[in-house]
């Protein structure tokens, strides 16, 4: 199994309580982690298409959330890794929050404004530092819904747009909430990328395709311990194993059974 892992971020504040945003320090340690474990920072294009010789490690935003070029890019820097954002190309610029189904909650609440996305100066200005700016298609829509027309909107689309205005390729991709199927995965391919993350909840099995590269979500429920944890070899190890549906199912009904224990 090779030593490089990428891992799923989304928002960086230090009060919104979503669980999609990690704190500034809880980014900070785990940075550190990482460093101190001998992984280099590399962009998801560099893992999905390199052989890393040493151990790797992928950050990566969705979303294109302002927090993160605020309060993730100086922190990234003092440990001098680069990142990947995924952005929905037809939210960049607004001044006004992204809406989709899994957030709108947030919307008509004080923190309302911590679903401001970055401009396009922004991701400019990411990508001057050593940043990879992926999709995230165009409006943050389940594509495995989508009829082919659609479909081809939001991938052919969104990709003409980041590279109309960042005048660079693009050719990563992340699959909005994770959701993709074998349709969606041809759709991509022929769209014009060669690299497309998802996210994983269940066993973490080598990638089939680079169009379908697992991501390790970390939230705000990541303390250290759980942190050190889900990134550790041993870990890994063990989620990629077949063993894992049989540990997973027991955890859940564990704690469901009794949902004060830790999991
Ligand atoms: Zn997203």
Redesign the pocket.
Known sequence: MSDAIVLCY?AISERWPAALATTPRQLRQQVWHLLRANYRGATFSDIAFGAPAARAVAITF??AYRSVIDLALPILAEAGFPATV?A?SAFIGRTEPVA?P?IDQWRETEYADELTPMSWDDLAALTRVGWEIGS?TRS?RNLTELNAQQLDEELSGSRADIEERLARPCTSL?Y??GYRDTRVIQAARRAGYTAAARTTRGRILPPSSALDWPRIMITRRDDKRRFHIKTSPAFRRVRASAAWAVIDRRRRRRRAAHPTVES
Do not use: I, M, Q
């Open positions: 989304h969705d979303d995924f929905p989709w899994g995230h943050h992340a909005p909430y």
